[in-house]
């Protein structure tokens, strides 16, 4: 019990402190790198075999990056447990981030205070969406930002804490491995329309539960910071739906809904009755992911020592 807490409360310290670490060191660009090299084996194929070889890809790879990480932390144990320690705590630390995400968003802000909009647009399009963001007015471009600081806290904090809990740091692992395929892969183009499809369809249902909690703990994060809680529980409610993606309304109608304002990415979805944000929504809504980020510890923990209790009695 107390060496998974160790890891946990390690990992999150870790990411308060010092962020995410260069690319280079990086095990998810590691996986970014695998990824792109894989995915060449599809490339001018047909639709048939680009499906199968996805779902292959994403299948093979992810069961592979479990058992290797399991076998590298069983052989860290063998060699010092305080290696084993150390050893968990980075790589699962590299499985989430709130950290860097944060930093990223309150760029955006700062740019928008500083009337700089096309900085703004730029960090927008490099870190946070993959729309077009050239033309986006100073609301779209906070909303942007406000929708992916939402839409992260399910795959970027929640769904790594659910899969370490289930799985231990092989888990989180696999998880981010599969979700990072989506991020590059699932994409309705020409090139990657069935290759993707397979990982997309993997990672909507790995992040099917992880939405779902994500959404109340932003409810419960809404009511402790003072805002508006109700509006966000009626607004995830109502809204969740009306998502192309069956995971990602819930978080950020939840976010609209807390801050009173309307999310929208025209021609796609408007989420929330409220107007459209500014630069200071960005940061209320980085603080309403903060407050959850630690609701969602609390739980972890409260539930490996209830566990850890159960097995006892």
């Known amino acids: 019990m107390w060496e998974t807490i160790i890891i946990l409360m390690g990992a999150v310290l870790l990411d308060w402190a010092l ?6 060191f990086h095990p998810v660009a590691w996986m970014g790198s ?13 639709a048939k075999y680009q499906l199968i070889y996805g ?8 069961c592979l990056i479990f058992i290797l990480s399991a076998w590298f932390l069983s052989y860290t144990w063998s060699v010092n447990p305080y290696l084993y320690l150390a050893a968990s705590i980075l790589l699962f630390k590299s499985s989430f981030a709130f950290s860097g995400l944060r930093k990223v968003a309150l760029k955006v802000r700062s740019s ?13 399009a490099t870190h946070l969406v993959s729309r077009e963001t050239s033309d986006l007015e100073a609301p779209a471009v906070a909303s942007a930002a406000v929708e992916s600081v939402a839409e992260n806290f399910t795959d970027g904090l929640v769904a790594p804490m659910l899969y370490f809990l289930l799985g231990g740091v092989p888990g989180a692992l696999a998880y981010r491995f599969i979700n990072t395929a989506d991020a590059m892969l699932g994409y309705r183009d ?5 290759v993707g499809k397979g990982t997309a369809w993997l990672d909507d249902i790995l992040n099917y539960v992880p ?6 703990l932003l409810v419960a994060a809404a ?12 607004t995830m409610r109502s809204h969740h739906s009306l998502t192309q993606s069956p995971n990602a309304g819930w978080t950020m109608s939840a976010a609209a809904g807390a801050l009173d304002v309307s999310l929208e990415k025209e021609g796609h979805y408007k989420l929330g009755h409220g107007d459209p944000p500014s630069a200071e929504h960005i940061s209320r809504a980085t603080g309403l992911v903060k407050t959850a980020y630690i609701l969602s510890i609390i739980v972890i923990v409260i539930i490996i020592i209830g566990v850890r209790h159960g097995r006892g009695a």
């Not at 962020?19 to 280079?24: F, M, Q, V």
């Not at 020409?190 to 069935?194: G, I, Q």
């Open 19 to 24: 962020g995410d670490p260069p690319n280079a």
């Open 34 to 46: 695998l990824i792109n090299f894989l995915k060449r084996g599809a490339i001018a194929r047909g």
């Open 55 to 62: 779902l292959f890809l994403i299948f093979s790879c992810g």
């Open 112 to 124: 928008m205070e500083g009337g700089n909009l096309e900085q703004a647009r730029k960090i927008v």
């Open 190 to 194: 020409p090139v990657h329309e069935y």
């Open 211 to 216: 939405a779902r909690l994500a959404g109340l």
């Open 223 to 234: 009511r402790l910071r003072g805002e508006n809680g109700k509006g966000a529980w009626v």
